[in-house]
């Protein structure tokens, strides 16, 4: 009798689930059938979507990765791909409604199944994936426009992204044209990353000719005059004094929301998160788990991503047939920071040490992972 393993997503987490369910459990369980499911026809390699926003740099085809093909060298009997989204889970009868991109609902029954829905940028930004890969590109692609037309250029919002954007465009712009970053504190970056390595962010920014606007939020977004394509930003600073900044592309990066509506509302916790124990179970059920940003176990990182997908693998894989032991996972609680500005530079940290830039630079800033996202999405690396 064939037993189904249900994926929902393939970003980095589904897509590394599932590579690994078909190379290496699916040989070895007859019965196994792996379905695949997503709102996506292409695996996008958002990690450089930083840069892919800046025109001239990384187009379409260096981003996407079309699913089917990378999917084509497994049997056809063992795997199944379905375009679509999940619109709810029923967890106590092992069932999952999706709804295609045709508009048919179908609902699938599982032996187990993996949330790997990821999560998406607030405000529609494509830090993420945006709906469908359709979706994904055109918004790219309408930024890329409105940044080559634009002279005055706002990213607000003060984490790894928006110092990544902002370093990007201050390296291809910043001498070009008026280049601003609005963050909340003095410095760039969360609080738990060493203090020299925030200000090497900024100081390295500045040096691009980005203009730091520190201490300060944006309060209130509106458009400009009818037909100018201004917006209009509400800055609030920290003694809470207004004042309003005209930007001609505004780029915000402010958070990602869990891809998890579809899940039952007891099983998130209040930021929409699936529970989940260190066996990347959904507690109160054994054949339900959940992997990458939309688990409550750890932050949201493509190194912590891959450590989980490695642990989850081998749990499948015992799971279906009955190879090898279950571990223990144990979060990992050290920094892992690299952060790139632009193409020439970068700092980070990796536990208590400081990462130089060159290394950062060679590790991740030359390529953004663009020299090797297409082996990782057609399951060569």
Sequence with gaps: MTKTLVVLGAGVAGTGIARRALKNTAPKARDLKVIIVTPNTDHYWNLASVRGIVPGQYDDE???TPL???????????????????????????????????????????????????????????????????????????????????????????????????????????????????????????????????????????????????????????????????????????????????????LPTFGLVPNTSFVPAGLLDKNGLVHQNTDFKVPGYDNLYVVGDAGDLENST?????????????????????????????????VVAAVTMGRSRGTGQMGTFKLPSLAVWLLKGRYLGTNYNKDAANGKK
Excluded: C
């Design 68 to 250: 089917a093909a990378a999917f084509a060298q497994y049997p056809k009997d063992r795997y199944e791909l379905v375009i679509g989204s999940a619109e709810s889970l029923n967890p106590d009868a092992s069932t999952v409604v999706v709804r295609t991109v045709s508009g048919a609902e179908r609902t699938i029954a599982y032996d187990a199944l993996v949330i790997a829905t990821g999560s998406r940028a607030r405000d529609d930004m494509p830090w993420k994936e945006i709906g469908t890969t359709d979706q994904t590109k055109a918004r790219l692609g309408a930024l890329r426009k409105q940044i080559a037309a634009a002279n005055k250029i706002v990213i607000a919002g003060g984490g790894t992204t928006g110092v990544e954007v902002a370093g990007e465009v201050g390296f291809e712009f910043g001498r070009k044209k008026d280049v601003y970053f609005v963050i909340d504190k003095e410095l760039p970056l969360e609080d738990k990353i060493r203090e020299d390595v925030r200000r090497i962010a900024r100081k390295e920014l500045e040096k691009l000719g980005v203009k730091v606007i520190d201490r300060s939020k944006v309060t209130g977004v509106r458009e400009g005059g009818a037909g100018t394509g201004k917006t209009i930003l509400q800055l609030t600073n920290a003694s809470g004094a207004t004042s309003e900044l005209e930007a001609d592309a505004y």
């Design 62 to 64: 260096t981003l996407f």
């Design 302 to 334: 493509a190194y912590l991503a891959g450590l989980q997908v490695t642990f989850l693998s081998k749990s499948l894989h015992h799971r279906f047939t009955g190879e090898g032991k279950v571990g223990t996972y144990t979060p990992d609680p050290k």
